[in-house]
């Protein structure tokens, strides 16, 4: 089940944080390894994000985020494609080895 949650704090520095949702009483212990962005993974206290957790005891707090994402969508990478005419295609060659 995804939850919406505000973050509490994040220890940039240190790589971890807590973040607060209705799913989670007394909190949710997230790692910066969890969270689902490009480049830097650190969140900023206020920020709302969307979540996924589990009843795992961690940092003191009972439950442990094991993904995260900013805002209130669906996660990174499940939008639906707005044209069926996409298409993309890989071809690899390898060229033979050469002989003695």
């Known amino acids: 089940m995804t939850t919406i949650g505000i973050v509490r704090e994040f220890h940039s520095e240190e790589g971890w944080g807590v973040i607060d949702g209705d799913d989670v009483p ?3 212990w997230v790692h910066f390894s969890v969270i689902e962005t490009p480049g830097h993974r650190a969140l ?3 920020e709302v994000v969307s979540f996924k957790a589990e009843p795992v005891r961690q940092g003191g707090h009972p439950h442990r985020a094991v993904r995260v994402w900013r805002g209130t969508g669906g996660p990174p990478g499940t939008a639906v494609p707005t044209s069926v005419a996409y298409r993309s295609e ?3 060659t390898v060229d033979p080895t050469p002989g003695p």
């Open 44 to 46: 900023t206290a206020g």
């Open 90 to 92: 890989l071809i690899l």
């Open 26 to 28: 007394g909190g949710c």
